[in-house]
Each structure stands twice: as C-alpha cells, then as structure tokens.
C-alpha cells in the first residue's frame, strides 16, 4: 500500500520554522481541490468530527483541517490549509519526533504517536495527544498522504499531575514525603556526579523529633499531628532562608514518623551542613504554640555531607541513620557529623560478629604464649595461652576485638573448647620433648559463658585425657566477676575441676569486687593481679633507688597488703604486665611470687617457647 516515494519529492517534506508556504490552488479544498477525491458524506463527517484532525500532504502540507482541529487551534479552518502541519502540533521541535513523522508520511512507519504541548492564542496551553497515521491512496501527488488527530488530553494529565502530588506529598506536614525525597536523592546523585558545573558534593541533615513519642502518647494523635505541621513549617522556612541567593533550596521532606530530612544539592562542604544543622536545632529550640498547647521539643540530626560521586542512596542513607543513632546516644538535642572512623569501627565489628562462627570452624585462630616466671629464681614455671584471630580481610586480631563478640554470640563456647585442646596438646608436646625438664604448666583463659552454656567439666576431663597432660599443668583464668556470687552450677563446676587436680586464677584482680575473703571461701588457688597495679611502680629500669620509691606509694601499699593477705588464705600471687626490672624488682621484695610481661618475653608462638625451654635447659 505505501509504496517508498523516490526522486526529489521524497525530501520536499517541509522544514520546521520554514515560511508559510504559498497557498495554491491544489491546496484548496472544495470539489475541485485534491479531497474532492473523497465523496460529500465523508468530507462532511470529517468537517463535524469532534476529533481534531487535519489531512496533510506528502510534503507535510495542510490539505484541509476540520473545525474540532480550529477550536483546539483557536484559528479559522480555512486558515490551517496550506500550513505546515508539523509546526502546528510542534512535531519538529525534537529529532526523533521530527524524523518518525517524516517517515510516516513517505510510507516508511505505519504510525507516530506522541505527546504535546500547544499554546492557544489566548494565553492557556494544553496536552494533546497527537496521532499520524498514513492515509491509503496517499501516493498520488497532490492526494492526502497523512491524516493527523489531535486528541485534548489536558484534563487527564492535571488529574495524573494531582494524583502524583498527593501520591508524592505527606497529607499531615504537605511536605515531600519518603517517596519523593528519593527521587529527588537518586537524581541528585547522578547529576553531581556528572555535572562538571555543579559541585559534584551533596549533603543531608537527617532529622529525628526527641521524645515525640511521649507527646503523641500523653496529648493525642490530634496534637501530635500539629507539631509535626509545625515543625515542617519551621523547617522549610529555614530551608528557604537558607536557600536565599543561591541556587537551590534544600529540600525538606518527611521521611516518616517524626523523621524529616533537609538535602543540599550542590553542597559546599561540611561547614554547610552543620550550619543548616545548627539552625535546625535552634529554630524548633523555641516553644511551639499548638492552640493553646505550649510545647517544646528538641531534635537530634545525622550530618553527612560528602562527593556525589560513587555515593549511592542507600550508603548516604545508612551513613545519615547511624550519624543520626550516635546523636541520640551522645545526648540528643545536638547533630552529630559523620565520622568514617567511628563507623569503620562498627562495620569492623559488625563484619567481625558475623564471621566469628565460620572462622572457628575454618580454623582462623592460632595461640601465643606469655611466660609465667618465678620473681624469686627467674625460672619459667609456665605460660600464658593467648588467642589471636588470624582474619583473611582484617589481619591478625587480638582477643580485645573479639572475645566480647565471641560471648554475646555464643561461639565462644566453641572457640574456648578448641584453645584448650590446643593449648594441653601443645603443653604436653613441650613436656614430651624435654623429658628431663620441669614439665610446664599452661594457664588457659575461660569465658563466664564458658562455665554457664557448656559443660566446662566433661570438656576439661575430656581434653586432659585425650591430650595425656597431667591436670597438676593446666591452670583455668577466670575473672573475679565470673566467679563472684557464684553458688550452683559454676561453683559446682569450680570444685570438680579443682578435686580433678586443675588449679583455678582469678584473672584481671583488682579490677572488680576484690573480695578476697570471698575469694579465699572458693577453690582458687592463684591471684592474678591486674596490670593496673605494677604500672602504678614507676620505676626506671635497672636504676632502683629506694629514696625514689615513694612516686605511687598508695599502690604498693595495697599490693604488699594484699599479696600478704593472699599467702595467709593459701592463695599465690601472679603480677601482670610486669613491664621493667625496677617494677619486678619492688615485687619481689612486696613477695609476690610469680611475674608476666614484656620484660620476660611478650606473648609468642609455641616454637619460640621451645628455644625458650632448650636454651635453660641444663
Ligand atoms: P589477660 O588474661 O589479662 O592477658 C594478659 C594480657 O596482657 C594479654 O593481652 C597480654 O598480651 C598483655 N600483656 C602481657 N604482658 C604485658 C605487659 O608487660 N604490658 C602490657 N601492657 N600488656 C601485657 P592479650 O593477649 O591482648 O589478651 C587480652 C585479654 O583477652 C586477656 O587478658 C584475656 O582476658 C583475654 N583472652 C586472651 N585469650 C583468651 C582465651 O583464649 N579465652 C578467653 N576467654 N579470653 C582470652
Ligand atoms: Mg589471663
Ligand atoms: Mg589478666
């Protein structure tokens, strides 16, 4: 049917923005103009259509347009014919629009459909939906070759525009809500990525009501709804303020709840944001007067403010709902800046949590061994088993960043189970390997959770038996909190190991309840005294001089106090962190009987003991 036009015609489609052409006498319509083609009736059907339609040319030219088409058009019908039909439903103002109708009417594309905006003489504009479709027999020069249909569709796009503003608004506050706000952010975000013009930086105060809750609770929904009003009423007038003179306003949105937030497209750095954020807080500072309600509130903001490049909505969110969690747990009322250090520490630990039960279970974890040294002979009677977590992202671990998670979770009972095996193994190797040799004890440390969530018991029992290692060479750490009050099960457990022949330390003495009364009721043997105390011994290495023994007094006092109340309860005391002669020196003397720390050795692997063992061997 559409047969491809060749020779020049194909191209003497009109160009927009062209003169109005001569109106000659084939565009003339009446019986002997080119629709004389078509019979009375339908020349008269088309003329009466509510539809607007005009019939053009192969060169896109108005062949005759009906009265529907004028009305829409606020012109003459008479007048449309000769007209370029492109310029009058703007279909040449884009090239692809342009391009598709000029291939509709050389019989190439069956059909183009698109929407438009057309201004009216006088003044409104309009949405039409403009359809060209090819007219059959349209090949004929001179014949119509398209019909174009122009349907009024502006009643429609207002009720889809209204649709969306209330689908877009929060019905309490009329601001922009969630849904919007994202919108806003995810454009936001891609065009201060590319956009060389703007600052490439974008920044968001996120915003959260302190105690509204309480007033929705004691004064009412009705009550509650209207601060909200009239915080966001406070807000977006600040947000204009500080809008004024330059480029763009934040927008200020409700995210929900008592949640809002202010973004800054285009932001010019953090002093920006704590600026906006600054006035915030002050702005809702004063009292809100709700119908005779007096009320004040206060609020806490998350301020996060960084490059628009390779951030994406939910990093900026997340990194804005834990800046804005840290301002409520620092107080309220306040704003809180992002700090990517304090949050790599709770991504470190959150990373840390979940991967501490698979790491036992792939064997992450390695020992080191601290030396436990006679003050009075200088000889190693034992060693320390420390764990270390060697992590495949982080690196090697020490217990401080783990231990505490391994508890809340659980995998501590696990994980303590594999460092005692692997310590009494490795206890009674270094026991097979220098037979002649005072055997070593290894001290292990235990988890209160140990105690309480698994058979501590049967564990030890088990673990000895398997291992060959005497019980008299394993020595269980438990801290004074662990073991303090305790009756029933951990006590129980306390004494079985104790009759089994292991000896129980408390750990970390000093440190707690201090009971040493208590302490001395229970089967413990071994007092470890916290580091605390010897570092109160401030004394130079090797350069011990009693006149200068009085910098800490009150620390040596207490520890020559307890140390002699220790040996009269039958308990030995052990110093930690014994960190310089001068320091072991004053302990000897005080009577403690054993040391640990960096002046002996720090903690180290197993093969380092063995030297350590060889070389006083003999
Ligand atoms: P802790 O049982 O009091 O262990 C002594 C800590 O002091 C060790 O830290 C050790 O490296 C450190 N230290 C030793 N000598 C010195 C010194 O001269 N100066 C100073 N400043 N520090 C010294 P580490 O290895 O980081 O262990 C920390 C804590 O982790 C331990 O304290 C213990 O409570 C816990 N822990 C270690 N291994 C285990 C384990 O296998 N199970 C359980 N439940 N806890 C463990
Ligand atoms: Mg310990
Ligand atoms: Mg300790």
Redesign the pocket.
């Known amino acids: 049917m559409n047969g491809t036009p060749q020779g020049p015609t194909a191209t003497a489609v009109a160009a927009p923005g062209r003169a109005w052409p001569v109106v000659t006498e084939r565009h003339q319509t009446g019986p002997t103009g080119p629709l004389a083609q078509y019979s009375a009736d339908y020349r008269a059907a088309f003329a009466a259509a509510p539809l607007a339609l005009a019939v053009v040319d192969r060169e896109g030219l108005v062949v005759g347009a009906n009265d529907a088409l004028a009305e829409l058009l606020g012109a003459d019908p008479a007048d449309l014919t000769g007209r370029i039909g492109a310029d009058l439903v703007d279909l040449a103002s884009d090239a692809r629009t342009w391009h598709a109708y000029r291939e509709v009417l050389r019989g190439r594309q069956a059909k183009l459909r698109c929407t438009r905006r057309i201004k009216h003489p006088d003044g409104h504009s309009l949405w039409t939906q403009i359809t060209v479709s090819p007219l059959p027999g349209g090949e004929r020069r001179g014949a119509g070759t398209a019909l174009i249909a122009a349907a009024d569709i502006s009643a429609r796009r207002d009720l889809q525009a209204r649709l969306r503003h209330l689908q877009m608004h929060d019905p309490v506050t009329r601001l922009p809500n969630r849904a919007l706000f994202f919108e806003r952010l995810t454009s936001a975000l891609e065009a201060g990525a590319y956009d060389d013009t703007s600052t490439g930086r974008i920044g968001l105060c996120y915003l959260d009501l302190d105690g509204f809750k309480a007033v929705n609770d004691t004064l009412g929904h009705r009550v509650g709804d209207r601060l909200l009003a009239a915080v966001a009423d406070r807000l977006t007038a600040l947000a204009d303020e500080a809008g004024y003179g330059s480029a763009s306003v934040p927008l200020v949105a409700r995210l929900g709840g008592d949640e809002f937030a202010l973004l800054v497209e285009d932001s010019t750095g953090t002093d920006q944001l704590t600026e906006l954020a600054e006035t915030a807080l002050r702005t809702l500072q004063e009292p809100f007067d709700l119908s005779g309600q007096r009320l004040s509130v206060s609020a806490s903001i998350g301020v996060v403010e960084r490059r628009a490049a390779g951030t994406t909505t939910t990093g900026l969110m997340q990194a804005a709902d834990t800046t804005l969690y840290w301002a409520k747990t620092d107080g309220k009322a306040r704003w809180t800046l992002f700090d990517p250090e304090r949050n790599a520490h709770r991504m470190t630990r959150q990373a840390l949590a979940s991967s501490l039960r698979p790491a036992v279970e792939r064997d992450e974890f390695v020992?080191?061994y601290?030396p436990l040294v006679g003050l009075e002979g200088g000889g190693v009677s034992g060693v320390?088993?420390?764990?270390?977590w060697q992590h495949p992202q982080f690196g090697l671990l020490?217990?401080?960043r783990f231990?505490g998670l391994a508890e809340e979770d659980g995998s501590?009972v696990q994980?303590?189970r594999w460092?005692l095996r692997t310590a009494c193994r490795q206890a009674r190797r270094w026991q097979l390997d220098h037979p002649d040799r005072e055997p070593l004890f290894v001290s292990?440390?235990?988890?209160v959770r140990?105690v309480w969530d698994s058979d501590l018991v049967a564990d030890v029992a088990d673990i000895l038996a398997e291992t060959g290692l005497a019980p008299e060479l394993l020595q269980l750490?438990l801290?004074e909190s662990a073991v303090m009050g305790s009756a029933g099960r951990p006590l129980q457990a306390l004494q079985a190991l104790s009759d089994m022949g292991v000896r129980i330390a408390i750990?970390?003495f000093g440190t707690g309840y201090s009971n040493l009364a208590y302490l001395s009721r229970l089967p413990v043997s071994v007092l470890?005294l916290d580091?605390s105390f010897v570092r109160g011994f401030q004394y130079d290495e090797g350069a011990y001089d009693e006149a200068a023994a009085h910098i800490n007094p009150a620390d040596e006092v207490i520890v020559e106090a307890l140390v002699q109340l220790a040996h009269r309860l039958g308990l030995t005391v052990t110093a930690?962190?014994?960190?310089t002669s001068g320091q072991a020196e004053r302990l000897r003397k005080i009577g403690c009987d054993t040391g640990?720390?960096?002046?002996y050795s720090?903690?180290v692997a197993a093969d380092r003991i063995s030297v350590l063992i060889e070389s006083s061997d003999g």
């Open positions: 020992l080191d601290q320390e088993a420390l764990v270390r020490t217990p401080n231990i501590i994980l303590g460092v292990v440390n235990v988890a140990q750490e801290t750990d970390d470890k580091g930690e962190c014994v960190e640990q720390g960096w002046l720090r903690p």
